[in-house]
């Protein structure tokens, strides 16, 4: 993609480069990774026995350290060096534990949300289908670097039915595998009824009619909308009835359909709001307050 910058009503072509280092690249994402990702620092160069993981995180959403991996230029192994990173971390349970604590004074983990980021300036087409293999808990994202314009985009990876473990078959995968899990709409779709399901299927092309940008993922316990890193509305699935809570400031619900259930905690200016789905009777009604949280935002 080409990117101009505009004077005088003339363009001027912003050229593509690489950062001179991986570490200034590793720099930059770690201190801004709340504003880029929504995640929590804790330290850099963690590991042991020959052992390297580039920056070690933490996702307050979902309980689950992170694990992110930079390379100024391409990538050219993803899914050996990623299930090596997560069988590390899972045999080495105590060690992230520690620095946790130590950092954010945290102790709450949930090991099976674990993932690996990767970021890149490019990542070849092997790379690309072996993050695409079910049960792989991996994240691509590309980045440029043009003058003082920093761009960086999740990498869409084409899904596949084929488990990681058919694939790469090793006892390191194997123990993966059984303590990682990763989640599909359909692992959420299997636990609700049929009408529940067309009325799921509506709400979600409302959703994704806001806004282009709109990323839609699946974690443990429910689906998630979000334009960058943090949820706007997200849905937990019953066998008769939606769950649907919105993150917002405030929001204009004459008909008291939404209780708010967790209020703006010092230093935060958002509360969590939710509602019951049980028909598609309120479905215009729930997907204006939908609008309104997603509205609010980008000014969050």
Known sequence: ???????????????????????????????????????????????????????IAYDPETKAPVLIEYKKDTYQSVIDQGMAYLNWLLSHKGDY???????LGKREI???????IFIAKR????????????NAPFELYRYDLCDDV???????????????T????????????EQIKTF???????????????????????????DERIQQKSMKFYIGYKVRYFNFTWIKFYRNSLNIAVRT??????????????????????????????SDKQLDYVLGIIKQAYQAAPDL
């Open 97 to 103: 534990q520690i620095e946790l604590e130590k950092k």
């Open 184 to 210: 599909t709409v359909a692992d959420h779709l299997a636990k609700i009824s049929e009408p529940i399901k067309a009325i799921f299927e509506k709400l979600q092309k409302g959703i994704f009619a806001l």
């Open 1 to 55: 993609m080409a990117i101009f910058k505009i004077k005088n009503q003339y363009l001027t072509e912003l050229k593509s480069k690489t950062f001179p280092t991986e570490l200034e690249l590793q720099k930059l994402v770690d201190q801004h990774i709340g504003t880029i990702f929504g995640l929590q620092f804790i330290r850099r160069e963690f590991g042991g026995q020959g052992l390297s993981i580039d920056t």
């Open 110 to 116: 949930d090991w099976t949300q674990s993932r690996v």
């Open 150 to 164: 920093f761009l960086l985009e999740a990498v869409e990876t084409p899904k596949s039915d084929v488990s990681i």
């Open 249 to 278: 400031k405030k929001v204009s619900d004459p008909q008291k359909l939404f209780k708010e259930t967790e209020p703006a905690k010092s230093g935060t200016y958002t509360s969590v709001w939710r509602t019951n789905l049980f």
């Open 123 to 134: 990542f070849n087409i092997h790379q690309l289908y072996a993050s695409g293999f079910k």
């Open 166 to 177: 058919a694939v790469l078959k090793t006892k390191e995968a194997e123990r993966v595998a």
